[in-house]
């Protein structure tokens, strides 16, 4: 008797092993097909310039415009902006003068 109740016992453990091995591939298969998508970013920092004791000049690009920004410990000011149409007119005139 005590034969066929480990035997009994070995079958079920193969039972559930295999029962928990297609769950878990099922569940890799469903995760490899999702994609995370990643929300492209608008604001980018061209450029800086320190200019010593916590203050420096950035060059922004934000929404197809440039900005011109002086930043110090206290305050960030815009000093210029530049939209989508003056950049490409600035780089026109640098290439026409080169």
Known sequence: MPETR???TGQWRWTAMALFRSVFEAIGRALRQIHVRRKSHTL???ETL?????RFL?????????LLIGV???T??????????EARRFAWEKERIA
Do not use: F, S
């Open 58 to 66: 950035a060059v922004v690009e934000w929404k197809n415009q440039r």
């Open 6 to 8: 480990g035997n009994k």
């Open 44 to 46: 980018h920092l061209q």
């Open 72 to 74: 110090t410990a206290h």
């Open 76 to 85: 960030i000011t815009l000093l210029e902006a530049q939209g989508d149409q």
């Open 50 to 54: 320190a200019l010593g004791d916590k």
